[in-house]
């Protein structure tokens, strides 16, 4: 079974700081996604940033990077030049692709504060 | 272009009773995933629906049930609701024709059983 582990309850950041999110997770599969979903107060699921594992350059989306070490399965998630509206819940998450499997194990969430 | 629609936004229940959830997925989408995320912890996987089959099962009770309709939206039954369901349900929608995988959500149900 799979495993996605979030070490930050909470977090804060000044704005126009930077701001790094921790995600560990644990699988024997070599071939899978990685995933980080932003879910604001008004509690709709918004993909920020997807990584293929069997991709060694780190994804990069405007502002948000991540760093992703496969052998550490670590996968963490990089927020520059932070906004208010970055205020949310943050999730990791993995998938094994396939068969037209679509099937996400989240972890519990960082809940970031961007603070003006 | 409509996203992902759920109905109803918030559902008080009692314990006991029965409680059904309705989804709509993003046009163009054929597969629908259910999800439940209880207060302060990430979503869990329950089921998803693929050509109006259950194609993958997650770690929940028969009381937990689910339908998919030809045109491609979703049903969620919960049976003899226990206070530990309540929740926020989330419904994901995304193509097996689609050159990636993504998941859209649904901005989900809030359930509360008393």
């Known amino acids: 079974a799979q495993t996605v582990t979030q070490s930050q309850p909470e977090m804060s950041v000044q704005e126009a700081e930077t701001v790094t999110l921790s995600c560990t997770y644990d699988?024997?599969?070599?071939?899978?996604?990685l995933f980080w979903y932003k879910q604001p107060p008004s509690r709709q699921m918004i993909l920020v940033i997807r990584?293929?594992?069997?991709?060694?350059q780190n994804a990069t989306e405007n502002r948000f990077s991540v760093n992703f070490q496969k052998a550490a399965k670590s996968f963490s998630l990089k927020i520059s030049d932070s906004q208010l509206g970055d205020t949310a819940m943050y999730f990791c998450?993995?998938?094994?692709?396939?068969?037209?499997?679509?099937?996400?194990?989240f972890g519990k969430g960082t809940k970031l504060s961007v603070i003006p | 272009d409509a996203g992902v629609t759920q109905s109803p936004t918030h559902l008080i229940k009692t314990r006991g009773q029965q409680v059904t959830l309705r989804c709509s997925p993003k046009?163009?989408?054929?597969?629908v995933s259910w999800y439940q995320q209880a207060l302060g912890q990430g979503p869990q996987f329950i089921f998803q629906?693929?050509?109006?089959?259950?194609?993958q099962r997650g770690n929940f009770p028969d009381r937990f049930s689910g339908h998919q309709f030809p045109n491609y939206s979703s049903e969620l039954n919960v049976n003899a609701l226990l206070l530990g369901d309540s929740a926020l349900y989330l419904c994901?929608?995304?193509?097996?024709?689609?050159?990636?995988?993504?998941?859209?959500f649904g901005p989900g149900t809030r359930l509360t059983v008393t």
């Open positions: 629906y693929y050509e109006e089959e259950e194609r």
């Open positions: 699988t024997s599969e070599n071939n899978y996604y």
């Open positions: 046009s163009g989408h054929d597969t």
């Open positions: 990584q293929e594992a069997y991709k060694q």
């Open positions: 994901a929608s995304s193509s097996t024709h689609a050159m990636d995988d993504e998941q859209y």
């Open positions: 998450a993995f998938m094994i692709p396939g068969a037209g499997s679509y099937q996400l194990t």
